[in-house]
T-cell receptor
Framework: EAGVVQSPRYKIIEKKQPVAFWCNPISGHNTLYWYLQNLGQGPELLIRYENEEAVDDSQLPKDRFSAERLKGVDSTLKIQPAELGDSAVYLC???????????FGPGTRLTVL | QKEVEQDPGPLSVPEGAIVSLNCTYSNSAFQYFMWYRQYSRKGPELLMYTYSSGNKEDGRFTAQVDKSSKYISLFIRDSQPSDSATYLCAMRSISSGSARQLTFGSGTQLTVLP
């Protein structure tokens, strides 16, 4: 069974440019998460979806970050405009339900110059 | 002060050594405790999962939770070079809403030398 798929794996952009990350969760998983992981730190939740509904986005910087999960499957996380401090790894995870084990994708490593 | 504190290491041990990894936490509402392993340039993968206090053993790995001290540990016996990774503790409460989210430690980088 395929795991969580993320693309691109690496992205280098200049500050003020827009960027988007894509995530395809494990088939049948209703809950999808986007995490931010800075170097030497643990993942921090940005947003959690239950099906197509964003049920926890309290830590998403809404002035520049947006996310969507159309049809309750794939999800896209966007940053516009990107800032130097956004350089990090963006992880997507999915689980059958909110209380179930989370399976992580390999992440997208973003570098903002 | 962070809710979950974890010594970042790095920790370097010889093959076959017993490794002890630890986290402390401040939120008494945490009931579920997890250890994740993260290899370089990969996502975290769940290693051990414990509910409330007590011990849990899985092969060479043992997880311990002491809720009275707000302290959790992961022990690795007969460590192997393939155990070289970053180990992240994570925990959450059983409450609803945003309290269900996982709170991660900063991770301990472990290297097992052959």
């Amino acid at each position: 069974e395929a795991g969580v798929v993320q693309s691109p794996r690496y992205k280098i952009i200049e500050k003020k440019q827009p960027v988007a990350f894509w995530c395809n969760p494990i088939s049948g998983h209703n809950t999808l998460y986007w995490y931010l992981q800075n170097l030497g730190q643990g993942p921090e939740l940005l947003i959690r979806y239950e099906n197509e509904e964003a049920v926890d986005d309290s830590q998403l910087p809404k002035d520049r970050f947006s996310a969507e999960r159309l049809k309750g499957v794939d999800s896209t996380l966007k940053i516009q405009p990107a800032e130097l401090g956004d350089s990090a790894v963006y992880l997507c995870a999915s689980s059958l339900d909110t209380l179930d084990e989370q399976f992580f994708g390999p992440g997208t490593r973003l570098t903002v110059l | 002060q962070k809710e979950v504190e974890q010594d970042p290491g790095p920790l370097s041990v010889p093959e076959g050594a017993i490794v002890s990894l630890n986290c402390t936490y401040s939120n008494s509402a945490f009931q579920y405790f997890m250890w994740y392993r993260q290899y370089s340039r990969k996502g975290p993968e769940l290693l051990m999962y414990t509910y409330s206090s007590g011990n849990k053993e899985d092969g060479r790995f043992t997880a311990q939770v002491d809720k009275s001290s707000k302290y959790i540990s992961l022990f690795i016996r007969d460590s192997q070079p393939s155990d070289s990774a970053t180990y992240l503790c994570a925990m959450r409460s059983i409450s609803s809403g945003s309290a269900r989210q996982l709170t991660f430690g900063s991770g301990t980088q472990l290297t097992v030398l052959p």
